[in-house]
Nanobody, 123 residues
Framework: VQLQASGGGLVQAGGSLRLSCAASGGTFNLYAMGWFRQAPGKEREFVGHISRDGENTYYADAVKGRFTVSRDNAKKTVYLQMNSLKPEDTANYYC?????????????????WGQGTEVTVSS
């Protein structure tokens, strides 16, 4: 499975962005999908994940209530809607695919990764 993330950019604090991650080369609805982020000088951290069928989502405490993960299996795409952005949300954002039903907050559980898209939130 190949994953291509897009939609990053520069936004002011309090603004919104929607990231997309398009999949190819596999059966998309057999994979749970996750989003992670990595700020300069920091470890890659979990943001949120969504189950194969889109019925279940789970979020890191830092983004809960502000970010929403969704997916369109017909378009083979997963989305990360980011609202009320803060400067501390600045990072490269990565999507990843996991063969389990629901997904995971652990990086090691993911089989495929996209290349990342950069998000910068100015204060």
């Amino acid at each position: 499975v190949q994953l291509q993330a897009s939609g990053g950019g520069l936004v002011q604090a309090g603004g919104s962005l929607r990231l997309s991650c398009a999949a190819s080369g596999g059966t998309f609805n057999l994979y749970a999908m996750g989003w992670f982020r990595q700020a300069p000088g920091k470890e890659r951290e979990f943001v949120g994940h969504i189950s194969r069928d889109g019925e279940n989502t789970y979020y890191a405490d830092a983004v809960k209530g502000r970010f929403t993960v969704s997916r369109d299996n017909a378009k083979k795409t997963v989305y990360l809607q980011m609202n009320s952005l803060k400067p501390e949300d600045t990072a490269n954002y990565y999507c990843a695919a996991d063969r389990t039903y629901s997904g995971s907050s652990y990086r090691r559980n993911y089989d495929y990764w996209g290349q990342g898209t950069e998000v910068t939130v100015s204060s």
